[in-house]
């Protein structure tokens, strides 16, 4: 029987190869960005928040910053471990809740006026699981914050290669105890699914769209900063959106 992917193993892997990357810097840049530009983060009301799978919880720790009280989920001990050493001592702390576990273990609430779930699906035995779940902790007007690994950046991607026994073989799954997700989700089963649940969305942006199609480094692109500030100005473009190695939906009850 297959299980949902614990990052016990891969949790310093992960954070000194993603977010120690250019790689990490830009997926957190489009994300803060989308979630300041859909949701009254700014407001006197705190909003309440649950992030799903939240790994270093980078987004939690600015969120309580904010003011806005957030639950921290995660089926990995060591990433909690990591994600609580950054939030010692700082005056946010009493903000955060934390929730070690499954998240097939959370008790229905429907306390939460946001519910995030960032490159979770993809680690999962049955991603539909998730999505399934997410109407039991949202309030009536609540949001769903969505990232997942594309299927058709990565088929690209190998296009660009020319892995094109990858291709023929439908062999995208990523090698065991890396960090290549095992599986890369398509975008319309991901909207279908949201759409048997209840959900529609109203948002999207693409996270990467460019950068990773990128083969020698030249001009602009051996820039971090240059490269950054045309991911976040294509992200949330047509047709760049579909073309990033992650998508990011935002989501609303239909």
């Known amino acids: 029987m297959a299980l949902d992917t614990n990052f016990d193993d891969l949790a ?15 997926r957190l840049a489009v994300l803060w960005r ?16 649950l992030d799903i799978g ?18 921290i989920n995660d089926l990995s001990a060591k990433m909690l471990a990591l994600a609580k050493e950054q939030a010692e001592g700082k005056s946010f702390a009493k903000q955060l809740t934390w929730q070690h576990g499954a998240f097939q273990d959370l008790e229905p609430c429907h ?10 699906l993809e680690w999962l035995a049955e991603p539909e699981t998730l999505i399934a779940k997410l109407g ?26 020319g892995n094109f026994n990858k291709i023929q073989n439908n ?23 949201l759409q048997q649940h209840g959900f529609e969305v109203f948002y ?30 294509y992200s949330n473009q047509q047709p760049y959106v579909q073309m990033g190695r992650y998508v990011h939906y935002m989501c609303k009850r239909k």
């Open 12 to 26: 310093t892997h992960f954070k000194q190869r993603i977010y120690g990357s250019r790689k990490g810097a830009i």
């Open 34 to 49: 989308d979630l300041l530009q859909n949701l009254p983060l700014e407001q006197e009301k705190p909003l309440r928040i």
């Open 54 to 71: 939240a790994g270093l919880a980078q987004l939690d720790l600015k969120l309580a910053d904010l003011g806005h009280q957030v639950c």
């Open 111 to 120: 306390d939460y006026d946001v519910v995030m779930a960032h490159a979770v």
């Open 136 to 161: 039991d902790f949202l309030q009536q007007n609540g949001v769903v914050s969505l990232m997942f690994y594309n299927f058709d950046a990565l088929l690209f991607h190998n296009l660009l290669r």
């Open 171 to 193: 062999d995208f799954a990523g090698m065991q105890g890396g960090l290549t997700p095992p599986k890369p989700l398509k975008l319309a089963w991901v909207e279908q699914t």
């Open 204 to 233: 999207q942006s693409g996270i990467r769209v460019f950068s990773d199609y990128v083969g020698v480094r030249r001009g602009g692109n051996d820039d971090d900063a240059a490269v950054l500030d045309m991911e976040l100005q």
